[in-house]
């Protein structure tokens, strides 16, 4: 118990510290703010999820103490890795009562549940603000338009309003990859300090829930209602989106395995999406597909030898 308390202390501080560096606005100070859950989600997956929400609250209520405002900030992101956390302990028996073997969490539910935490936080952030949501696309436009003359550019009204209009669903992708990738890390750090609990996941042969096609088509549909759950829904088609092209790297991740070329190809495939951003599109496209007809099970009929 002690051990637990001191982990989620340090746990606590940390993501703190890592929460309010974005007030420096440099580029490091961004990329801090981004792994700020971390250290929450190591708590969680070395020390038992009690640590994880323990390092959670004592790092809101930290900043709680220097600014009331952090308080409301943090406190949505310390639960949400707090809860990808537990999510990804938890685990019940196999059906064969002769077996001891477990069945983990699977790895595409919580790709899922990032996205939702995703969604969540972006239109929490605009609740917490106090504005309604014509308010909030003013205050977002008038923000974008300070960049623009910062940087001696004259700001053009139909661009402006283009940026406004996807500001939100961008940064719902964004935080919904962040997540992802924050519970990876946390997961190979405690992996390689010999306290991870659960087995390493094929990754590359996650599924997405059943539901997640009809929810995504629910959301597409809600985005075309006016006001706050119009947004809402479109920030969430925009999370579901992001889950289906980490699904296409998960079916790229599966083809390609015994190709000699698989690391060229996967870093060229990375390397592209990372600059150009648009073939996320077409990744997320191969999410889609793979939904409806199965592609690896259908490369590994054609190619016995191509492990899926």
């Not at 972006?122 to 923000?143: C, S, Y």
């Not at 940064?171 to 609990?197: C, D, E, P, Q, Y």
């Not at 190709?259 to 996320?280: E, N, Q």
Request: glycine share 8%; with cysteine.
């Amino acid at each position: 118990m002690v051990q637990i308390i001191f982990v989620a202390l340090i746990a606590g501080v940390a993501t703190a510290l890592l929460f309010v560096s974005v007030v420096s606005f440099s580029v490091l100070s961004f990329f801090l703010y981004c792994i700020a859950p971390l250290p929450i989600m190591i708590a969680a997956l070395g020390w038992t999820h009690r640590a994880g929400l323990a390092a959670a609250f004592l790092a809101a209520c930290g900043l709680g103490f220097v600014a009331t405002p952090l308080f409301f900030a943090v406190l949505p992101i310390g639960a949400g890795a707090w809860w990808l956390g537990y999510l990804a302990l938890l685990a019940r028996p196999a059906n064969d009562p002769d077996s001891d073997h477990l069945v983990w969490y699977p790895v595409g539910h919580l790709v899922v549940w990032a996205a939702l935490l995703a969604a969540l936080l972006i239109v929490a952030a605009i609740l917490q603000a106090g504005a309604d949501l014509d308010g909030f696309r003013a205050e977002l436009k008038t923000w974008f338009e300070r960049i623009l003359r910062a940087q001696s550019q004259a700001p053009d009204a139909d661009v402006l309003d283009v940026l406004v209009l996807a500001a939100p669903p961008m940064a719902a992708m964004f935080v919904t990859f962040t997540n992802l990738l924050n519970l990876w890390l946390a997961g190979r750090i405690v992996k390689v300090s010999g306290r991870l609990r659960r087995p390493w996941p094929d990754i590359a042969a996650m599924q997405l829930p059943g539901f997640t096609p009809l929810l995504l088509a629910g959301s597409l549909l809600g985005a075309f209602l006016p006001g706050l759950i119009g947004f809402a829904a479109g920030v969430l088609a925009a999370s579901l989106l992001m889950a289906y092209a980490i699904l296409g790297f998960a079916v790229l991740h599966a083809i390609t395995r015994g190709m000699d070329s698989r690391g060229f190809v996967l870093a060229g495939v990375y390397a592209v999406v990372g600059i150009f951003h648009l073939p996320l599109l077409v990744m997320t496209l191969v999410g889609i597909a793979e939904t409806m007809l199965d592609i690896r099970a259908r490369i590994a009929r054609a190619h016995p030898t191509i492990r899926t």
